[in-house]
C-alpha cells in the first residue's frame, strides 16, 4: 500500500546538508582577528597569514585568487583596535568566544637608534676605523715593548668589539624579531677566531707543534681589519635588499610573482657585497702585509667567503630566519674544527692517512685553503636557503610594523610553529 492509499502524507525531503560556512572568510576572521586589528595595512595581514601556513592554494578555498586579494579583504571587514569600524563584521551570535578578545599587549618600545643619516652611516664604518686606529696606534707605540703594545692592543681589541656590537644592534643589521641564536654567536665567534689565528695553528700543527713553550701566536691582522670594515657595505647592501624587498611586496598580486621579484634582489645584494668585501680584503692585505697576513694565495678569498657567510647569515636573522643562519655559521665552524682534528689525530699509531686530505690542501693552495673551503660551502649553502626563505611576504614585513613584548612583530614566521 503505498503513501496516498494509506491516508498518509509522505514527509517531505529534507535539503541537502551544507558543508561549511556561508561566509568562509569569517572562520579567518576570528582566527586571525589580533592580528587584522593591529594592522597598518593589508601587507601585513597578507605576512601574517602567509607565516601561519595560509598559501595562495589556500586562499582559493575562501574564494580568492591569492593571499593578498583575502588580506584586503579581512582588512576591511575588521575594525582596527584604536579606530572605526571599516565594513561589516560578523555577528557575535556566530562565534561566543570571540565576544570579549583578549587585549592585545602594548607594542615594545623599540631600540634607541641614531636618528640622522650621517650618525647611522658613521656607526657602520665605526668597527673598521678603530680598527685601522688600533694598527696605527701599535706601530706607533714609543716604547716598543711587549707590556705597552699588549695594553695598546687589548684596548684596541676591546673597542672594536664594542663598535661592533653598536653596529649590529642598529641600522639594518639589526634584529627586530628578538635575540639571535647562541649557536650562530659560537659560531661566528669561532670562524673569525679561526680567520685571525687559524692559518698559523694549523701550519704549527702541520709541523709538529705548537710547543710549549713556544713562539707567540702570529694573527692575520690584515684578514681582521677586513672583517670590521666590511660592515659598513654590509649595512648598505642589507638595506637596499630589504627596501626594494618591501616594494615589491607592494607591487605583486601572488606568491609566485613576489619569489619572481626578490630572488634577482637577494643574488644582486649578495654579488655587490662580494664586490665590495673583496676590494677591502685587498686593500687591506696591500696596507697591513706586514702587520700580518695569512698564508698562501687563498688569503683573499678565505677572508671573503667569511664576510660572505656573516652577510647570508645576518640577513636571514634579520628577515626571521635564525634557524638557517646559526646551521650557515654552525657548519663552518665544524669544518673548520674537523681539519684541526684530523691532523692531530694523524699522529696516533696506524691514524697517519687521517691527516692527508688536510695536508695535500695545505701542500697546494697554503693553509688559508681550509676556511676558504669551509666558509664558501656554508656560504652556498645559506644562499640557496636565502633563495627560498626570503622570498615570502612574512620576511619582508613593513618597517612601522609593531611589535610584541621581547622583539617579536605581528606576523613573525616562527608563529607558524608555535602551537
Known sequence: MTAPESGTAAPPARPAPRHGPADPVKILMYRHRTLCERAVDPLEIAAGLEAHGVTDRAAARFRHRDVFSLAEELYAR????DGPERGASAGPEDEPEALNPAPAPDPAPPAPAPRSRFARGAVQLLPGAIGLATVA?????????PPV??????AGLLLTVLAVRLALRHGPLRLRRGPGSR????GAVWAVGYAVYGDWLLAQLLSGGPDVPGPHPRAAVAAAVALACVIAPAAGCAHWFARRARRGVVASRALAELAARVRPLLIGATLLFVVAAGALTVGAQL????????GGRWAVPAVVALAVLLFLARLLAVHGFPAAAAAGLGGAA?????ALALVLTARLPGLARLGTPVEALVTAAGPAAVPAVACAVAALGLLVRG?????????HPPADMPERPGG???GDPAEAHRP
Open 78 to 81: 575588521v575594525p582596527r583596535a
Open 137 to 145: 696606534a701599535h706601530a706607533s707605540v714609543v716604547a716598543p715593548t
Open 149 to 154: 703594545r699588549g695594553a695598546v692592543d687589548a
Open 183 to 186: 649557536t650562530a654567536v659560537l
Open 287 to 294: 696596507l697591513l702585509a706586514r702587520a700580518g697576513s695569512s
Open 334 to 338: 665544524a669544518l673548520e674544527a674537523v
Open 387 to 395: 633563495l627560498r626563505a626570503l622570498t615570502g611576504a612574512c620576511a
Open 408 to 410: 617579536t612583530p605581528v
